[in-house]
């Protein structure tokens, strides 16, 4: 896959999940508020070590009332994507292929797996993934199985600290679509590394 013109200027740490609290301001979270018109669905992203096949990372996007993103401990944002402790808002298709695009390199996949649910269990996911808090470092799985486990329909799917076990939990899941996204990027992602300012106002984020 070509590297998308717009990214993130960011520097990559995939394996290491880190993040300070954050918290964005109402305005901001309000203005950048995009929902889909899509039905309602949960999709796991899975970041996923070619060599080895290591679950390094684990994401979860919500699709609602609102379309968010749940990337806890994560090192992922975009200036025109307000975050509050690990949940990013605003998450367009242009965003979401940024977040893909910024996992996938020439020594990493990304598995998606997406699943449609009732409004209900949707906005229970994101009223969870709203109360849940900064993330530690290293608990991104951990964090993304305590939102999945008990929704209506998720309660096959453990509490663990392993992205590969929530992956595969959520593989069997009646109902779910699969897709992998390959890269072959550097692996010093190098190529995501630009400046924002530039286009962070224009229309479609």
């Not at 069997?172 to 010093?188: A, E, M, Q, R, S």
């Amino acid at each position: 896959m070509r590297r998308l013109a717009f990214s993130l200027a960011i520097t990559l740490a995939l394996a290491a999940c880190g993040a300070e609290p954050i918290w964005a301001p109402d305005e901001a979270v309000a203005r950048a508020r995009y929902v889909s018109g899509e039905r309602p669905s949960i999709t796991l992203y899975t970041v996923v070590r070619k060599s080895g096949n290591e679950g390094a990372h684990s994401g979860l996007m919500i699709d609602g009332s609102q379309r968010v993103m749940f990337d806890p401990a994560g090192t992922w944002h975009h200036p025109t994507v307000p975050e509050r402790n690990d949940l990013h808002y605003g998450i367009t298709e242009r965003m979401r292929k940024f977040y893909i695009d910024y996992h996938a390199r020439e020594t990493y996949d990304v598995v998606e797996h997406k699943i449609y649910v009732s409004p209900e269990v949707a906005e229970l996911a994101i009223r969870r993934a709203e109360a849940y808090g900064a993330v530690n470092k290293a608990f991104c799985g951990n964090s993304v199985s305590d939102i999945l486990k008990g929704l209506p329909g998720f309660e096959t799917v453990p509490r663990t600290f392993f992205p590969n076990k929530i992956m595969n939990a959520f593989a069997k899941l009646p109902g779910v679509t699969t897709k992998i996204h390959h890269d072959g990027d550097p692996d010093n992602n190098s190529g995501v590394l630009m400046v924002q300012a530039s286009f962070g106002n224009q229309s479609g984020y």
